[in-house]
């Protein structure tokens, strides 16, 4: 399973990319807002920090003015991945944008049905928020289990990209389940890495390593 973080702090991303399980970056105009960075600017510098796939949003909704700006925005480096919002217009320039061979991930998906749309339109990758599902009361994970059943029916190469995590059990549950890809904020992904049992134990055994007396090398 891919690892992508999900903001535009390009120091929680300098930070990440070191342990080298980065694989990728989502940003979205929130994320931009709360930069408080150049939209370019920052993309750009996003892409030369992290090899993989980096999101960078459209903002129009409508077709012509979406090709227009992912014109723009492909422009900027090769591993650009363009968002664009699952509407018909969204969908529309996906299908046109994958034809060409540029990556695309369909963003804002609710729905099973959603991410079937987005696989026939050629996505890159389709984004489900689980999150987002989950604080209005319903269980988001059932619909990544859902895409997943569906995408293996019919050999979709679409990767499913779970975005909206709030925790880590989002991201054992889309292992599971066999999600391609994860997006999660920076203090998501650091959580991972921590259990106190694993604090405990190597205080003891550095303790007990002190008094050996010994050195190693
Ligand atoms: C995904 O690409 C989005 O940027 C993101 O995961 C949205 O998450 P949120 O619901 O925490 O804003």
């Given at each position: 399973?891919?690892?992508?973080?999900?903001?535009?702090?390009?120091?929680?991303?300098?930070?990440?990319?070191?342990?080298?399980?980065?694989?990728?970056?989502?940003?979205?105009?929130?994320?931009?807002?709360?930069?408080?960075?150049?939209?370019?600017?920052?993309?750009?510098?996003?892409?030369?920090?992290?090899?993989?796939?980096?999101?960078?949003?459209?903002?129009?909704?409508?077709?012509?003015?979406?090709?227009?700006?992912?014109?723009?925005?492909?422009?900027?480096?090769?591993?650009?991945?363009?968002?664009?919002?699952?509407?018909?217009?969204?969908?529309?320039?996906?299908?046109?944008?994958?034809?060409?061979?540029?990556?695309?991930?369909?963003?804002?998906?609710?729905?099973?049905?959603?991410?079937?749309?987005?696989?026939?339109?050629?996505?890159?990758?389709?984004?489900?928020?689980?999150?987002?599902?989950?604080?209005?009361?319903?269980?988001?994970?059932?619909?990544?289990?859902?895409?997943?059943?569906?995408?293996?029916?019919?050999?979709?190469?679409?990767?499913?990209?779970?975005?909206?995590?709030?925790?880590?059990?989002?991201?054992?549950?889309?292992?599971?389940?066999?999600?391609?890809?994860?997006?999660?904020?920076?203090?998501?992904?650091?959580q991972l890495f921590k259990h106190p049992l694993?604090?405990?134990?190597?205080?003891?055994f550095l303790a007990d390593w002190g008094k050996?007396?010994?050195?190693?090398?």
């Open positions: 399973m891919k690892f992508f973080v999900d903001t535009a702090d390009i120091n929680d991303i300098r930070e990440l990319a070191e342990t080298g399980l980065l694989d990728g970056v989502t940003t979205n105009p929130s994320l931009i807002h709360k930069s408080g960075r150049k939209f370019m600017e920052v993309v750009e510098e996003i892409c030369r920090v992290v090899p993989g796939p980096v999101s960078a949003e459209v903002v129009a909704a409508d077709h012509a003015e979406m090709m227009r700006e992912a014109e723009v925005l492909r422009k900027i480096a090769d591993n650009v991945t363009i968002k664009v919002p699952l509407t018909i217009d969204g969908l529309r320039t996906c299908k046109a944008l994958t034809s060409d061979g540029t990556m695309v991930n369909v963003t804002l998906c609710f729905t099973a049905n959603q991410a079937l749309l987005a696989a026939k339109a050629g996505a890159t990758f389709i984004s489900p928020f689980v999150g987002r599902h989950d604080d209005i009361g319903f269980d988001g994970m059932e619909i990544i289990s859902d895409i997943r059943m569906i995408y293996d029916n019919y050999d979709f190469q679409t990767q499913i990209l779970v975005a909206s995590i709030r925790h880590p059990i989002h991201v054992l549950e889309s292992a599971k389940i066999g999600a391609d890809v994860i997006t999660a904020p920076p203090s998501v992904i650091r694993t604090d405990r134990g190597l205080e003891a050996t007396g010994q050195s190693i090398g």
